[in-house]
């Protein structure tokens, strides 16, 4: 081979490095710029994404319930264990949920804002539960009432045994009326008196 040819050789060579060089060099600032400023602004439209979310659509329906202000119904419910009223006029428990609630200071109406929205619903919202197929009031707190050989747990639906309340969607003028202990048949009758005396708020 020809020193001309060698010397020509050696030129592409180096223009192919040369080539090689800049397209490394170009790959790798693009690589960096993908790092340094198009993944931190994706990342800040995720956040903003998430944020807007969070904060501006509150009154998206949970799974399955109709959409807030579908329904508008108000029942009369009364909670008792060992003789005594869980008092829901107590701030922690008005208006938790804007689908189920007590409102205005008042623990004894409950307010259904949308369909398909259960008794159980509301319980959850206020951190209890009815264990019906172990026959517990459930407390997040990890307090249970379960039945045991001295008491008993039991729920009614305008005076008639439920065997199970926690589905049960409330109408105009429905009374509910959940209770635990080892009450009398006269005991029971009186908190059917008093669940009957409630004056049911329609506001």
Known sequence: ???????????????????????????????????????????????????????????LPPSGFGALGSAHTH?????????????????????????????NGDGTTLHRHATNVTFADFLESVKMDLDEENNCLVFTNGTQYCNNNDNQLRTFVNGNSAESISDYIINDNDRLLVIYGNETEEQLTEAFDELNKIKIQFT
């Open 1 to 59: 081979m020809s020193k001309k040819n060698k010397k020509n050789n050696k030129n592409d060579d180096d223009d192919d490095k040369k080539k090689k060089s800049y397209f490394d060099v170009t790959r790798k600032r693009r690589s960096k710029s993908i790092k340094t400023v198009i993944l931190p602004i994706i990342a800040v439209i995720a956040i903003i994404a998430v944020i807007s979310i969070y904060f501006y659509s509150p009154n």
């Open 75 to 103: 029942a009369a419910f009364l909670v008792k264990v060992n003789g005594e009223n869980i008092d829901f006029s107590q701030p922690q428990y008005q208006v938790v949920s804007d689908y189920i609630h007590v409102e």
